[in-house]
């Protein structure tokens, strides 16, 4: 299985306050993803990393902030909470995006906001 | 613009049929995955197929990039083989990892 923990795996926080998820690898993985699932609408993707200090904007991503210090690491804040960022929150990793990479996934983290 | 899309979005099985799930993808993604998430939701790898025929087992997974689909086969399913199955590729540009919607699949004993 490849090296990646996600943590917290379970949270519940108030409205207003902020929350930081954090997605830890081993592989030495240059691309790390954020994702949030919720029923009926897949994956779907938050903000990505290409690289240490390389950040981009996913589909989903108002509301949400990240940052990567450090290869192994790539944290996702919710600088505000709100009731409708409650989820269950994906890491991903991959090598590269070129030919013969694959991504593979943390555990997850499920986020309720009250 | 970059669309992965699934079907059938449900599927219910009586154990031991056979099923096909398809993946369509536009021509500005690549290097097609497909992935099962159990009910305990851990997403796990099931093929990394940018093309061609794979196979594991009673599952296998054919490609054909040139028209952009790909094709999950479940072969005599069983009650664990339940769950939603998704397809993914990468954005040939700046590297976002795109999703379909999933088909959840149902296998009755």
């Known amino acids: 299985d490849a090296g990646i923990t996600q943590s917290p795996r379970h949270k519940v926080t108030e409205t207003g306050t902020p929350v930081t998820l954090r997605c830890h690898q081993t592989e030495n993985h240059r691309y790390m993803y954020w994702y949030r699932q919720d029923p009926g609408h897949g994956l779907r993707l938050i903000h990505y990393s290409y690289g240490v200090k390389d950040t981009d904007k996913g589909e989903v991503s108002d509301g949400y902030s990240v940052s990567r210090s450090k290869t192994e690491d790539f944290l996702l804040t919710l600088e505000s909470a709100t009731s409708s960022q409650t989820s269950v929150y994906f890491c991903?990793?991959?090598?590269?995006?070129?030919?013969?990479?694959?991504?593979?996934f943390g555990q997850g983290t499920r986020l309720t906001v009250v | 613009g970059i669309q992965v899309e699934q079907s059938p979005p449900d599927l219910i099985l009586q154990e031991g049929a056979n099923s096909t799930l398809r993946c369509n993808f536009s021509?500005?993604?690549?290097?097609l995955q497909w992935f099962h998430q159990n009910p305990w939701g851990q997403l796990i790898n099931l093929f990394y197929?940018?093309?061609g025929t794979k196979q594991n087992g009673r599952l296998s997974a054919t490609t054909v990039a040139t028209e952009r689909y790909s094709l999950l086969y479940i072969s005599s399913s069983q009650t664990t083989d339940s769950g939603v199955y998704f397809c993914?590729?990468?954005?040939?540009?700046?590297?976002?990892?795109?999703f379909g919607q999933g088909t959840e699949l149902s296998v009755k004993p």
């Open positions: 021509d500005s993604v690549n290097n």
């Open positions: 993914a590729a990468f954005y040939n540009q700046g590297g976002k990892l795109i």
């Open positions: 197929i940018p093309s």
């Open positions: 991903a990793i991959s090598e590269s995006i070129g030919r013969n990479t694959e991504a593979f």
